[in-house]
């Protein structure tokens, strides 16, 4: 029996085979772990996205600015499988075309997503919260006889340790801080391990402390995750991005260091003012 991620159905009824997709392990053999290539996406004549081109490195951290309707929510409703491109190509590594798998499928293969409202379960600890996220056989019944190993626990643990939650790890989540809570949903996405994470504007609503915090996080992760993140606080963006693209009508306006988007005229139009 295949995995969820092992073949997909193409309209004619054949199969595109996703063999390289093994132990759960994405073909970055060629650096991209994330390639979008001319996507467009149109709604009632409006294009959210028009040949969006966008490629994302294995391990890179990865930040993605514009103004309102620029096309960032879009693209990453594309990425996830929530919306199908008109046209263009969408491939999460070497192998695994984005456009032929469900949203299931498409978390399954590694992709992780957050959005920008913390979505906990508040009644259950900061532990059962993780315990929950495993990636594991979420079945009733094998919920219901699972009974956590060792090193299940450890990898708890060890999450809670990565999110700075290990003295909450008893406390409900629904008496966390608002930045506490986005740590953890990002630690229930890593539970889950995921290759790529999408996060969406993650620091809005927290303070100074914590926002500097999930800068140190996020720079932590780099490396071991490949990381997309859409922000529009340029502090924030400034601590922790290497690269930085920038979005306006659905394209790619301008891409480079912070220094170098920062210093772009069009972007100074369009989106940082003067």
Known sequence: MNSPVEESVNPNGSTTGLGHVVGDSVDVSHGPILY??????S?????ALNRLTITVDAGE???VIGPNGAGKTTMMDVITGKTRPDEGTAFFGQTIDLTRLTEPQIAHAGIGRKFQKPTV????TVFENLEL??????RVFASIRARRTAEEIDSIVETMETIDLLPQADLAAGLLSHGQKQ?????????QEPQLLLLDEPVAGMTDEETAKTAQLFKSLAGKRSIVVVEHDMEF?????ATVTVLHEGAVLAEGSMDVVQSDERVIEVYLGR
């Open 43 to 47: 709604f009632d004549g409006f294009k």
């Open 183 to 191: 740590w953890l949903e990002i630690g229930m996405l890593l539970m």
């Open 121 to 124: 379960f508040e009644n259950h």
């Open 61 to 63: 951290l990865r930040c």
């Open 133 to 138: 996220a495993m990636k594991a056989d979420k």
């Open 36 to 41: 979008l290539d001319d996507i467009t996406v």
């Open 237 to 241: 963006i400034s601590e922790i991005a």
